[in-house]
């Protein structure tokens, strides 16, 4: 069973720039989860997808960050403008339906923002 | 609120076992977890225990809850270089929102 992918594994930008990140889940996933990671810190739960439609994104800076999932499958991660303090390592993850309780997670990609 | 805490770091020589402490504060946890994360890579689910279990062992893992206190532990026997890595645990709260809460990771070296 192939794992979770994302793209690109890293980046790096200047401040105030605009940056995307890409996820696929493992097939027949319907939760998508994206997540933060800073450097020495457990990750931070930035948006939670059930299918296309949000869940969870109470810890999502929705000024300078948006995510969408439009068929429900591939996801979308995007930061404009970018500040120093959004270096970190973005993480995908997903679950099934029948067990929401094991998240499997793709291997992130790390942002710089210079 | 909800908190996860576990030991910053943890140092063993190889052949020895290792064990790392976690303490949670959400009495309404309904699972907790092991993950590993080794330099460079995502996080790999190591292992999990349902709150009415006690204990739940998978090969060279041990995994220990105590309930009473709000403490789990993981056990790994006959620790390996390749077990050197940063371990989280996280716990799921009884809520329908599927939300892991985290703790800041140990990083366990193991030396030769």
Redesign the interface.
Same mark, same amino acid.
């Given at each position: 069973e192939a794992g979770?992918a994302q793209s690109p594994r890293y980046k790096i930008i200047e401040k105030r720039q605009s940056v995307a990140f890409w996820c696929n889940p493992i097939s027949g996933h319907a939760?998508l989860y994206w997540y933060q990671q800073i450097l =020495?810190? =457990?990750?931070?739960?930035l948006i939670?997808f059930q299918n296309n439609g949000v869940?969870?994104d109470s810890q999502l800076p929705k000024d300078r960050f948006s995510a969408e999932r439009l068929k429900g499958v591939d996801s979308t991660l995007k930061i404009q403008p970018a500040k120093l303090e959004d270096s970190a390592v973005y993480?995908c993850?997903s679950?099934t339906d029948s067990k929401?309780?094991?998240?499997?997670? =793709?291997? =992130?990609t790390?942002l710089t923002v210079t | 609120g909800e908190d996860?805490e576990q030991s910053l770091f943890l140092s063993v020589r190889e052949g020895d076992s290792s064990v790392i402490n976690c303490t949670y504060t959400d009495s309404s946890s309904?699972?907790l977890y092991w993950?590993k994360q080794e330099p460079?890579?995502?996080?790999?689910?190591l292992t999990?225990i349902f709150s009415n279990m006690d204990m739940k062992q998978d090969q060279r893992l041990t995994v220990l809850l105590n309930k009473k206190d709000k403490h789990l532990s993981l056990r790994i026997a006959d620790t390996q270089t390749g077990d050197s890595a940063i371990y989280?645990c996280?716990e799921?709260n009884a809520g329908n929102?599927?939300?892991?809460i985290?703790?800041?990771?140990t990083s366990l070296a193991v030396n030769p």
């Open positions: 979770v939760t =020495g810190q =457990g990750p931070k739960l939670q869940v969870d993480l993850a679950s929401p309780y094991e998240q499997y997670f =793709g291997p =992130g790390r | 996860v309904t699972y993950y460079g890579a995502g996080l790999q689910l999990y989280f996280a799921k929102n599927r939300k892991l985290w703790g800041l990771g």
